[in-house]
């Protein structure tokens, strides 16, 4: 393929320099980097870019899913944690990425390396999530009140870890490309391999924890398995993305302050994250009540949550190519909009559950991982388009800002969504233990568990679909956001032609 102008041929690169050879330096002041790669304007990328880059969602997958799904039942049916404490330990370390993912993002922004802005963090975070995640399970005071404080520490520093992955990753698509149709083809990419990210991890994790012979010794196993994922992830988006387009790291505000002052001001962007992070929160509650839905509505404890799993993710990777025609088709946030509601129909419908057949509630579940494809590929599609129009806006690249608030509100809603359900758990009068097998639950707590996996997350993911209203950004509004010289910022702040 073409290369853009004034990028270096192949043949003149340099052989990387190993990792203790690259400072990640944060700089002072971002300036331009003269190793960066221009970003072409409309080309499209190469696939081997679209598959480098959704690697990154086995990280992403693997550390989104498997918390949510494992690490509440873990706390109150192993480690013998009542309901209600666990969804503190499982809430408070992720609602910490409220503070550090901005502050990743930032210092993402301001580093300069010959790897690049966001890929030092790629390689270096992701590792080091793995290690901690791994930590995470190791149970080294058994089980019990020092157990789950053991366990609330290290996902606290998973968490932080995770951050400083997590914000970069999110931060490159408005790099990679200043093509509005080629974001939604790269989020394409990286929603189906981040589908089966969730499919892997989400499914096979609970087979591991049972082949590891459950309780804490299945745990441990299972531990290292998804570490293992988020090292191929880390390590394969690393690589995939070393000779992608990122452009040179333009000024930023000067202050952490004035850049989530000048993220403040853009307002589709507060419209967007308002949602997403309140629909990330009904997502989490599916995934936190799986393994509980399995076991007291369904009644098949060992392969329901596989089962259910499939059900969720398969879809996904099927409809993916009918909803990037749908996006194509009526734009992107009608898109977002009837893939929300079809979603939350589904959730709502399995509030019949107790009286449907099993095929029937395994359909639902379908439905419901139809609209999730949706919901996931729109909104990250969505969220480059903000950048963009940012930077049109001021004349400065700061994605990093954004990405870092945009993480940190994902986070936070995916660290709600479990803090909800163990809430529903203990109010219904869900009974912990300490064996590794759920106790014998009440009728009230067996209803608790299923409106918390119903009623639920169909409301998170419906009703916040009403603060969308202020987001306007298409094609033609893009196009038409240009610099001009501002007074107030001392930089350039943008104003639109009319």
């Known amino acids: 393929m073409n290369r853009p102008p004034g990028s270096p041929a192949s043949s003149d690169r340099q052989p990387g320099p190993s990792p203790a050879e690259v400072p990640v330096v944060p700089a002072p002041r971002a300036v331009a980097d003269p190793n960066a790669t221009p970003i072409p304007p409309v080309a499209g990328l190469p696939r081997r870019v679209h598959a480098g880059y959704a690697l990154g969602s086995l990280v992403t997958g693997a550390f989104g899913t498997v918390p949510g799904l494992l690490l509440l039942p873990y706390l109150t049916d192993t480690l013998g944690v009542a309901a209600g404490v666990a969804a503190l330990l499982v809430l408070l370390p992720k609602a910490w990425d409220v503070l550090v993912n901005p502050v ?14 966001r890929r030092p963090y790629l390689l270096l975070g992701g ?44 931060a490159m698509p408005a790099e990679l490309t200043g093509d509005y149709a080629e974001r939604t083809r790269l989020m394409s990419w990286r929603i189906a391999v981040l589908a089966l990210a969730i499919l892997v991890s989400g499914a096979v994790a609970p087979a591991v924890v049972t082949a590891g012979g459950d309780g804490v010794a299945g745990h441990r196993w299972m531990g290292l398995f998804v570490a293992t994922l988020i090292v191929v992830g880390a390590v394969g988006t690393f690589l995939g993305t070393r ?12 202050s952490l302050r ?18 997403f992070v309140v629909q990330a929160a009904g997502v989490a509650t599916v995934l936190a009540g799986v393994s509980y839905f399995a076991d007291q509505v369904l009644r098949e404890p060992e392969t329901g949550p596989t089962l259910l799993f499939a059900c969720f993710v398969g879809p996904a990777l099927l409809v993916m190519p009918l909803w990037t025609r749908v996006g194509a088709r009526v734009g992107k946030l009608a898109a977002l909009v009837a893939a929300s509601l079809i979603f939350a129909a589904g959730a709502l419908a399995l509030v019949a559950a107790p009286v449907l057949p099993a095929v029937g509630i395994y359909l ?8 999730y494809a949706g919901q996931q590929v729109f909104a990250l599609a969505m969220l480059p388009d903000c950048i963009a129009y940012d930077t049109a806006r001021t004349g400065r690249r700061q994605a990093g800002v954004f990405t870092g608030l945009w993480t940190a509100g994902e986070t936070f809603g995916l660290a709600l969504g479990p803090g909800l359900f163990g809430l529903v758990l203990q109010l219904s009068g869900y009974v912990s233990s300490s064996t590794g097998v759920a106790a014998t639950q009440s009728a009230g707590a067996r209803l608790g568990v299923l409106l918390g996996f119903t009623v639920l997350p169909a409301l998170l993911v419906a009703a916040p679909l009403a603060l969308l209203r202020p987001y306007d950004l298409t094609p033609s509004r893009l196009a038409a956001a240009t610099p001009t010289p501002s007074a107030e910022h001392g930089a350039v702040v943008g104003e639109e032609r009319r």
């Open 104 to 117: 990743a993002g930032r210092i993402s922004d301001r580093t300069r390396s010959r790897w690049g802005a």
């Open 127 to 170: 590792l080091a999530l793995a290690v901690l995640f791994a930590g995470i399970f190791a149970a080294p005071f058994g089980t019990g009140p020092e157990a789950g404080a053991y366990v609330a520490l290290a996902f606290l520093a998973t968490a932080t870890a995770f951050a400083f992955f997590q914000v970069p990753y999110v």
């Open 243 to 254: 000779s992608a387009p990122t452009g040179p790291v333009g000024e930023s505000e000067p």
């Open 258 to 275: 004035a850049q989530l002052r000048v993220a403040g001001r853009n307002r589709p962007f507060r419209a967007l994250l308002t949602c």
């Open 364 to 371: 639902l579940v379908a439905l419901i991982g139809v609209g």
